[in-house]
T-cell receptor
Framework: SQQGEEDPQALSIQEGENATMNCSYKTSINNLQWYRQNSGRGLVHLILIRSNEREKHSGRLRVTLDTSKKSSSLLITASRAADTASYFC?????????????FGKGTKLTVNP | DVKVTQSSRYLVKRTGEKVFLECVQDMDHENMFWYRQDPGLGLRLIYFSYDVKMKEKGDIPEGYSVSREKKERFSLILESASTNQTSMYLCASRLQIYMGAHSNQPQHFGDGTRLSIL
């Protein structure tokens, strides 16, 4: 089963509103990352939060991490039409001496002008 | 800025063909990755490479192989293409601080290759 699960699967809001996406995971992590994907394109890294951090900001983005609940949230404030994309959380896990990212299935965000 | 370039955006091949997908990065990153992305399944790791001539199987390596002869280039090979390998393929690279440590570094992705096997 997926390590990371985003919620909701889809979100539609008006320009100027805030968008909140959640991610839950199952095992211990090294860090958690959020990526954005515009339709038909590759993923773009947004923000990385380490397992010993609780909150991180980058511009209009705010990420929180609660390792006791094994969950994270991504908040986009004052959304714009250009924020329309799919957003993925990815957990960095160590397995058998290797370190890899495990992606969730994503939240599709639509920001209406 | 890191640039990860995948050789083709769209590719159409026939069942049974040997297919090569190429990926080049320009930032001297040690680690490189190949994923496939399918609706409802998200991104799944096929193979990754920690450094030149090194490779490790990911979650779904069956039917694929890889080659990393030079640091900047990581090739994915479909030995005998089948219709269930129709997918979006994404390559990524990552700076590795040092072996064995947690690399608190992001992955940088190419734009993807949409591969259709007929």
């Amino acid at each position: 089963s997926q390590q990371g699960e985003e919620d909701p699967q889809a979100l539609s809001i008006q320009e100027g509103e805030n968008a909140t996406m959640n991610c839950s995971y199952k095992t211990s992590i090294n860090n958690l990352q959020w990526y954005r994907q515009n339709s038909g394109r590759g993923l773009v890294h947004l923000i990385l939060i380490r397992s010993n951090e609780r909150e991180k900001h980058s511009g209009r983005l705010r990420v929180t991490l609660d390792t006791s609940k094994k969950s994270s949230s991504l908040l986009i404030t004052a959304s714009r039409a250009a924020d329309t994309a799919s957003y993925f959380c990815a957990t960095s896990v160590s397995q058998g001496g290797s370190e890899k990212l495990v992606f969730g299935k994503g939240t599709k965000l639509t920001v209406n002008p | 800025d890191v640039k990860v370039t995948q050789s083709s955006r769209y590719l159409v091949k026939r069942t049974g063909e040997k297919v090569f997908l190429e990926c080049v990065q320009d930032m001297d990153h040690e680690n490189m990755f190949w994923y496939r992305q399918d609706p409802g399944l998200g991104l799944r790791l096929i193979y990754f490479s920690y450094d030149v001539k090194m490779k490790e199987k990911g979650d779904i390596p069956e039917g694929y192989s890889v080659s990393r002869e030079k640091k900047e280039r990581f090739s994915l090979i479909l030995e005998s293409a089948s219709t269930n390998q129709t997918s979006m393929y994404l390559c990524a690279s990552r700076l590795q601080i040092y072996m064995g440590a947690h690399s608190n570094q992001p992955q940088h992705f190419g734009d993807g290759t949409r591969l259709s096997i007929l």
